[in-house]
């Protein structure tokens, strides 16, 4: 049961990063995310009130004490964290470099535009 | 009328990259380096040597110079074909004449280079290997045959040139050009040229290790 319940939570992790990494940044990821966050907050601060419950809820999973099952939860939203984070830095990544290469093109000058101005500009005016 | 750009990728070569640019112009008049970021004074000895200078207003990598080239060169109207080229001295220009007169006699789109085609290349076993293991990845992902996916050295015309869209900006990018060109489908051939492997270009080169970080780049896209 165990073994079980340890597979299902790695297939979640890899599914679900897999899931929010191939969407990008979108309105229902981060709702999803967000929804999740919720959950994980509401479950924390109910563990501190009734701890039994959530050793009870764990032992019905089959994972034993409470804090393994928060244990993992933690390990899966870190991935989570991970998968978007690494996906929000890749996109910043692109328009950084769309951005530095608009003005490095802008910047460079335009030999077989101008008449003057190069070394090389002779031999451009074929 | 045919015009040939050179694209020269360009990161602190201040030392050798004004020697490779004059070679370059006695055949080809057209270059074109992109700075990408160097603070050694590389953009001055580019100019100097007759080349034009684009320049990355902060470091972004190999892969998003070369694209940079590459749309720096479509600007020009009467560009016919592109060469890349390596800033550090490692390419033979006869090589990059031979691959461009492939293309302006219209026998293939795209020429690339391969060091393993004859003898010429002398290369260290332990390199071999993993060029080898590099070429025989690409070819099973692209169902390209490539013998050598890791060669700076390819001549490209205009037309295959312009749907060239490289988006890995550091290490991946001699992979992803690979694939693209396999989606694209141009008529492409091998070109046997001679890599020189000089005491500057070892110090320069790839570190084997960095065959990790071009499989996690390629991995998580």
Request: charged share 20%; glycine share 6%; hydrophobic share 45%.
């Amino acid at each position: 049961m165990l073994l079980i319940v340890q597979i299902v939570l790695v297939v979640a992790v890899i599914l679900v990063s897999l899931v929010l990494m191939r969407g990008g940044v979108n309105a229902k990821h981060l709702a999803v995310r967000r929804i999740m966050l919720m959950i994980f907050a509401v479950a924390a601060a109910l563990s501190i009130f009734f701890p039994d419950t959530l050793t009870r809820f764990a032992g019905f999973l089959g994972i034993g004490r409470g804090t393994d099952l928060v244990l993992y939860a933690t390990i899966v939203s870190f991935f989570v964290f991970m998968a978007t984070t690494y996906q929000r830095f890749r996109n910043m990544e692109t328009s950084i470099t769309t951005l530095s290469r608009r003005i490095a093109l802008d910047e460079a000058p335009r030999p077989w535009t101008a008449d003057e101005g190069h070394k090389g500009a002779d031999d451009l005016r074929q | 009328m045919s015009r040939t750009w050179i694209v020269i990728p360009m990161y602190n070569e201040a030392t050798v990259v004004g020697s490779v640019i004059e070679d370059l112009r006695k055949t080809f008049p057209h270059v074109v380096c992109v700075d990408d970021g160097s603070r050694d004074g590389s953009q001055a000895a580019a100019r100097a040597a007759g080349a034009m200078v684009v320049q990355h207003p902060i470091n972004l990598g190999q892969g998003a110079a070369l694209q940079t080239g590459i749309e720096y060169a479509l600007q020009d109207p009467a560009m016919t074909s592109i060469v890349t080229f390596d800033a550090d001295g490692q390419h033979r220009v006869e090589d990059a004449q031979a691959m461009v007169a492939r293309i302006e006699s219209g026998e293939a789109e795209v020429v690339l280079g391969s060091r393993f085609l004859d003898d010429r290349t002398q290369i260290s076993l332990q390199k071999r290997i993993v060029l080898k293991t590099a070429a025989v990845q690409s070819r099973m992902a692209t169902g390209m045959n490539l013998t050598d996916a890791h060669n700076g050295l390819r001549a490209i015309n205009r037309d295959v040139a312009s749907r060239i869209h490289l988006t890995q900006n550091r290490m991946a990018h001699a992979s992803e050009l690979v694939n693209q060109l396999a989606t694209i489908r141009p008529r492409w051939v091998e070109h046997p040229v001679e890599i020189i492997y000089t005491d500057y270009s070892k110090s320069k080169g790839q570190s084997l290790l960095n065959s990790v970080n071009i499989l996690a780049e390629l991995f998580f896209r």
